[in-house]
């Protein structure tokens, strides 16, 4: 089973539209909800690579609750390499979208681990 062309544009933008946000507290409210959908979806696929895709958004939940910045970096930065990988065989309208999303990850990853090495030394 795949996923469909609308529920995987809304629900891409629904993403971005989180990570453009500004306010902090407001994008958690969001990206948690956010996440369980990206489970749900990924899960009804079957296939292995989403799978994964949804354990590691599972994890990052969890890492969401807690207060150490680190797994949270390694885990958006893990989910960035993800979506880099499966750029070859997707549908090329949402290329654009996909490369956004995977910056944007990969850059609130860097500014996470920044922050942590700047309060450990």
Do not use: C
Not at 33 to 48: H, K, P, Q, V, Y
Not at 49 to 74: C, E, F, V
Not at 101 to 115: D, E, G, H, P, V
């Amino acid at each position: 089973m795949s996923i469909s062309n609308s529920a995987s544009t809304d629900q891409l933008e629904a993403s971005l539209r989180i990570l453009r946000t500004e306010d902090l507290g407001q994008a958690l409210n969001s990206a948690s909800e956010n996440i369980d959908s990206w489970i749900i979806m990924l899960r009804a696929t079957g296939e292995a690579a989403h799978a994964t895709l949804a354990s590691d958004l599972l994890q990052l939940k969890g890492y969401l609750n807690g207060s150490d910045p680190a797994p949270i970096s390694d885990m958006l930065q893990t989910l960035a390499e993800h979506i880099n990988s499966f750029v070859d065989n997707v549908n090329p309208r949402f290329l654009s979208s996909l490369d956004e999303l995977s910056k944007a990850l990969s850059s609130i990853a860097r500014k996470l681990q920044s922050t942590q090495d700047a309060q450990n030394s």
